[in-house]
């Protein structure tokens, strides 16, 4: 089954860390971009962090530069979001994008939650 998976959510206090893994199944995620994005029930989703197919980092929101980081491990076709210093306003579910390279294709994940509460 195609699809992509992402897991490492949960409930963290403030100040704490997690890590966001996206996993692709039953695809090659080396040669697609990929994209975090989160959303807050009400809201729109808003892009937090991109890596290129190659590991370039593309972009971070500016309220998670120098918290968030993202990478990628294209032998284990998993993307990687590592979040330090959280803050309750980063509680929203998760999403992870991957973007074919060439424009041909795009995945989206189900979503992982993270709340932020003490």
């Known amino acids: 089954q195609v699809q992509l998976v992402e897991s490492g959510g949960g409930l963290v206090q403030p100040g704490g860390s997690l890590r966001l893994s996206c996993a692709s199944s039953?695809?090659?995620?080396?040669?697609?971009?990929v994209n975090w994005y989160r959303q807050v029930p009400g809201n729109e989703r808003e892009l937090v962090a991109g890596i290129g197919s190659g590991g370039a980092i593309l972009n971070y929101a500016d309220s998670v530069k120098g918290r968030f980081t993202i990478s990628r491990d294209n032998a284990k076709n998993t993307v990687y979001l590592q979040m330090n210093s959280l803050n309750p306003e980063d509680t929203a579910v998760y999403y992870c994008?991957?973007?074919?390279?060439?424009?041909?294709?795009?995945?989206w994940g189900q979503g992982t939650q993270v709340t932020v509460s003490s």
């Open positions: 039953g695809f090659s995620l080396d040669m697609y971009r």
């Open positions: 994008n991957a973007n074919h390279k060439w424009g041909i294709r795009a995945y």
